[in-house]
């Protein structure tokens, strides 16, 4: 994914260099579903434009910060009577931002730079020039975190009038040093209906960051957790699987391939993998969170965690059968259920995490090869499986002409003489000799009955 967004940078920037040039402004611009925002600077001012692109527009804001509690904000709304509205304000929490009194930057209500037009989708523009941040612009890469909220809802004129809640919030960042066209071409807005921006039509509310902007340690860390946990749950879990459905009735190692893949290795995987998610979280300080994705998340290791004891407790208890006990028993069937079902959780749990990337980010969205790896996935593996149920079969074939008093349920493969191979290696349940060879698993006449 590193590769193809470094590439898909490069192309781009490739492409702009080959564009006339005009002359330039400093400041930096971004669009998300719900708004564009672009800064200009000039000397120890910034202008920041919100353009609202979806009706009606209510109140838009920009905060400086990576989550709502703490940040100082902007809020700004337009009026019946032509007049627009600025409002300090900051938040304490995810509650109705207080106006500020004395902001640390006071900004005053300014005339956006070119018509409205200049965005097809425009509904209006609201700007306002405010001191830079000058510890922001000496950085070397003077990229400044914003958060931005967007209501449908118009509060009253006064600046300190009640707020209604956004209808969508997000993230986005702005290189204060970037160059920005200084003539923008008009457009016309197309009929409200007739518009699409396809890689924007995605529902979520989050401005989008360049693609080749290098991966910050919280972004590093998501993926960490993205690719050790579809790792382990996506390839380790349905590979331990397979080995389960198809080799039980092929080879007597099964049980101990099936036990080091979905155990030895996939735990501490999983364990690690699943650890990096809260630590991406908070890492980058968002307190809100409690979204499908992370309860999700918190239910699947609790179930992976639950299959792996129900697999040691069945294989003590197998160790240890009474001559009579049923081949079958619920726990044994429960292990197979909760064992599909986990896989499956973690299709979705994987699906929703790549659209989780976007929002967590406020990149676009991850490459189109992860999504094209997860459809393949999710044919080619219940196919697998299937296909391995055609040996159920042969596995209750085995079952019925094996049975063993004091031992296995398991049934050795071959009966010839002088193997001792049980299709279940456990060190106490090693059949005697003369019941395998009483055993005529593979003899062509007994096929078919
Ligand atoms: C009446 C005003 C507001 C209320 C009641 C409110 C409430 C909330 C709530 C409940 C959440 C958590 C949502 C979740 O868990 O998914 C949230 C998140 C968020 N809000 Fe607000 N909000 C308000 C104004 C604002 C403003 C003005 C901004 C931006 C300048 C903003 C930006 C954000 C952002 C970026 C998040 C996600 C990050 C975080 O959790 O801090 N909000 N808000
Ligand atoms: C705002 O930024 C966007 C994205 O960089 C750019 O396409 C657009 O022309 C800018 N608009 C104005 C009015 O500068
Ligand atoms: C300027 O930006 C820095 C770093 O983000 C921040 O710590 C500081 O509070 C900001 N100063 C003002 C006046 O906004």
Known sequence: MLRSLCLLGLAGTAWLKMLPPVRALQGDGKCGLYLCV????????????MTGLEEPLGWLALGWGTRMEGSQMIIMWPNDDGSTTL?????????????????????????????????????????????????????SNPTERLIWAYSKVRPDKPPYSELTQHYSAGFLRLDLGGTMPEFVPTVQPAPHEEVTVPELSAMDGTIVTDPHEPFQRHERIIIAHGVLASFGFLVLLPAGSLVARWGRTLTPKWFSIHQTINMSIAAPLITIGWILGPIAVMDHQATHLFDAHQITGVFLLILYYLQVSLGRYIHR????????????????VLHVALGLFVITLAFVQTRSGMEEWKIATG???????????????????????????????????????????????????????????????????????????????????????
């Not at 409205?116 to 922001?136: D, E, Q, R, Y």
């Not at 208890?317 to 044994?332: E, L, M």
Request: contains cysteine; charged residues 20%; proline residues 11%.
């Open 363 to 449: 990149r676009s969205h991850i490459s189109h090869w992860c999504h094209d790896l997860w459809n393949i996935w999710v044919v080619v593996m219940p196919v697998a499986y299937l296909a391995g149920t055609f040996l159920l079969r042969r596995q209750f074939y085995q079952e019925r002409y094996g049975i063993n008093p004091g031992s296995s349920n398991y049934l050795a493969l071959s009966p010839s003489p002088g193997n001792t191979d049980v299709v279940f290696e456990a060190s106490d349940d090693v059949l005697p000799k003369e019941v395998e060879s009483n055993v005529p698993l593979l003899s062509p006449h007994s096929r078919g009955s």
């Open 87 to 139: 409002s300090h304000r900051r938040a304490f929490g995810h509650t109705e931002p207080l106006p500020s009194e004395y902001p640390p930057r006071h900004a005053k209500i300014a005339k956006p730079r070119v018509s409205t037009l200049w965005h097809p989708k425009a509904v209006g523009t609201l700007a306002f020039t405010i001191p830079v941040n000058k510890t922001v612009l000496s950085w």
């Open 38 to 49: 672009n800064a200009t600077v000039h000397e120890d001012m910034v202008t920041y434009e």
């Open 317 to 332: 208890r197998r160790a240890n059968a009474p001559p009579n006990a049923p081949k079958h028993p619920a726990s044994n």
